[in-house]
């Protein structure tokens, strides 16, 4: 069983920016691959970006990738999302999420365990 408890969401203005934290407890591997999704009222629940704990593998969204960072310190259990130039169209609830079987990717069925969520609100 892994545990998934996300902080750091808060309201910020466009442009702005917020790093996203995500601290595991439990059973964490190697070749487990954390992920970030987000929902937007009314949207499905949307891939943004993972990384394998081992930090050899990395994917985002091409929407993010050029504002977005996805980082791990093993240490503290915890991956962070690091999210710069931020547009109100960010705005969403923000899950981590963890793939045990080490496939990751966009797939939402992939993952296992499910953080609570943290809401990103960003103003224009």
């Known amino acids: 069983q892994v545990q998934l408890v996300e902080s750091g969401g808060r309201l910020v203005q466009a442009g702005g920016s917020l790093r996203l934290s995500c601290v595991a407890s439990g059973r964490t591997f190697s070749g487990y691959i954390t992920g970030w999704f987000c929902q937007a009222p009314g949207k499905e629940r949307e891939f943004v970006a993972a990384i394998r704990w081992s930090g050899d593998s990395i994917y985002y969204v091409d929407s993010v990738k050029d504002r977005f960072t996805i980082s791990r310190d093993n240490a503290k259990n915890t991956v962070y999302l690091q999210m710069n130039s931020l547009k109100p169209e960010d705005t969403a609830v923000y899950y981590c999420?963890?793939?045990?079987?080490?496939?990751?990717?966009?797939?939402?069925?992939?993952?296992?365990?499910w953080g609570q969520g943290t809401q990103v609100t960003v103003s224009s």
């Open positions: 999420a963890v793939d045990a079987n080490g496939v990751g990717g966009p797939v939402r069925s992939r993952y296992d365990y």
